[in-house]
């Protein structure tokens, strides 16, 4: 699933599929565990309850070996969105954080099973992690 590499002070490196990431998952982990909550559980739309009933079992085991790997906590994510074709399903997207920086972007989803595909993309905002704890409306 990947190759790691210590890439300077407290970096390391992992490849994904075709993306390089850099990461600090002490950083990282220490962030979220400042967090109250996720951004789901800020929302509290309808959509936003729903996911929060099904988190626990939306996430293959593969991703979340990753999320822990870069020190994600899988109940804190940045923002969940719906989509798809209204119908019996619903079909959800987000994002998590995580302090370091994209190093090869790469062309293709990865694949964590089940149909479950994610992919790493730059924030061009530096603090944004940081950010997270004080306030959980962005854009990025």
Known sequence: ???RAIINSGMEQLRLGDQIVGYD????????AAM???FAERCGCAYCRNFVAQRNT???EKFLQLLDQLGIDPKKEGDVHEGGP????????????????????GERM???GSGFQY??????????LAD??????WSS
């Not at 998952?25 to 979220?32: A, F, G, H, L, P």
């Not at 997270?132 to 409306?137: F, L, P, R, V």
């Open 1 to 3: 699933m990947s190759l």
């Open 25 to 32: 998952s002490v950083r990282t982990r220490t962030t979220y």
């Open 36 to 38: 109250k909550s996720g």
């Open 58 to 60: 939306v996430y293959p």
């Open 86 to 105: 209204p119908g019996s399903l619903t079909e959800y997207g987000g994002w998590f954080y995580v302090a370091g920086e994209l190093i090869e972007a």
């Open 110 to 112: 990865a694949d964590a």
């Open 119 to 128: 992919f790493f993309r730059p924030c061009h905002r530096p603090t944004l």
């Open 132 to 137: 997270a704890m004080k306030s959980w409306h």
